[in-house]
């Protein structure tokens, strides 16, 4: 669709406060964990996280892996193991709190070793950076465990922005690194539009629902014309939207589309998973480069 504009959300101002923020963050942490959408593995990265963690080491989650294809999952695992970052798969909602100190003990487990050599313990303090939406709360309350207690302020530390205790050696910052979702690319932005990472109430959903149909059509083709009775995938545009509407029986009054309905649908039922696994994105198709 080449007349959808991706709204923006995040201003210069608002962006270069963030940068500021999070580079004063990133300077404590021994370890940041990036958590992106596993069915957007490409979309849901903000390469500029290259700049903000340079020098850091980093551990990419491919978060919400319940909702995306298995098998694409392993191939965007393999690539982005190339680039030479340790990268797993998994489902926050799910995960339990020692599988999780596992992956991050197991990323510095060198740094620690060389510590100890030198009779130090080392205490790793770890950071979550994400877009909206990618699930960055919902890791840091299983990473955080049940009974928990915050470590308590420290000097010039906000309420807000506390380290918490997760196991003797090892810190969390409890508010997750928020990044700003990428617009510099329009097919990301429309897709981050599509997770939720920018807010509906400022988009035009009609669009969106057909963008997101005929993203569909060309990624699963399949699976999109059962859940939406489409006989006919080469549909585009509005013609694939009121394929939709026909096949779903989403109709006003005189037999009308109801595109107000649909657009709710589609959307609803692509973030909740209800369509079965899919993944948008796969590595070396176009746009989707895998980031260094
Ligand atoms: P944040 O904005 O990055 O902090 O994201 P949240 O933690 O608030 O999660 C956004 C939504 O994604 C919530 O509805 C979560 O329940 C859901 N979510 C988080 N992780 C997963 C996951 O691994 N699988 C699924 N299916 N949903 C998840």
């Known amino acids: 669709m080449d007349n959808f504009t991706a709204p923006i959300n995040w201003y210069p101002g608002h962006m270069a406060k963030t940068r500021r923020l999070l580079s004063d963050q990133i300077k ?18 903000n390469p500029e996280v290259n700049r903000l963690a340079s020098g850091k080491a980093r551990i990419i989650l491919l978060n919400k892996a319940d909702l995306a294809d298995p098998d694409i999952t392993s191939q965007w695992i393999r690539e982005i193991k190339k680039t030479g970052y340790e990268v797993h798969a998994i489902e926050s909602t799910r995960l339990k709190q020692k599988e999780i100190i596992s ?17 130090i313990k080392k205490t790793l303090r770890v950071m979550v950076l994400g877009v909206p939406n990618v699930g960055k709360s919902t890791f840091i309350n299983q990473l955080r465990g ?12 906000t309420k807000s ?5 997760i196991t003797p050696y090892l810190e ?25 990472s920018i807010k509906d109430d400022i988009l035009d959903m009609h669009m969106l629902a ?18 939406f009775h489409l006989e006919n995938t080469q549909l585009r545009g509005t013609d694939l939207l009121d394929a939709a509407c026909k096949g779903r029986g989403w109709l ?10 649909a657009a709710r649908i589609i959307l609803d039922e692509f973030r909740g998973g209800r369509r079965g696994r ?8 176009d746009n989707t480069e895998v980031s260094v």
């Not at 992956?103 to 009779?119: C, F, M, S, Y």
């Not at 049940?146 to 530390?157: F, S």
């Not at 922005?161 to 205790?165: C, S």
């Not at 006003?252 to 595109?259: A, E, F, T, V």
């Open 28 to 45: 404590k942490i021994d370890l940041v964990i990036e958590l992106c959408d596993a069915r957007l593995p490409h979309s849901s990265r």
């Open 103 to 119: 992956i991050i003990q197991h990323a510095k487990e060198d740094t620690v070793k060389r510590t100890l050599a030198r009779g």
């Open 146 to 157: 049940k009974g928990i207690a915050q470590t308590g302020d420290r000097p010039g530390v």
């Open 161 to 165: 922005n506390q380290w918490v205790q």
């Open 172 to 196: 969390l910052l409890d508010t997750p690194g928020l990044l700003w979702p990428r617009l510099d690319d329009q097919i990301a932005a429309k897709r981050l539009c599509y997770i939720g």
């Open 210 to 227: 057909i963008s997101l149909l005929e993203d569909l059509a060309e990624s699963a083709p399949v699976p999109a014309s059962e859940r």
């Open 252 to 261: 006003l009054k005189g037999n009308q589309y109801d595109y107000d309905r």
């Open 278 to 285: 899919i993944s948008l994105e796969k590595p070396h198709c």
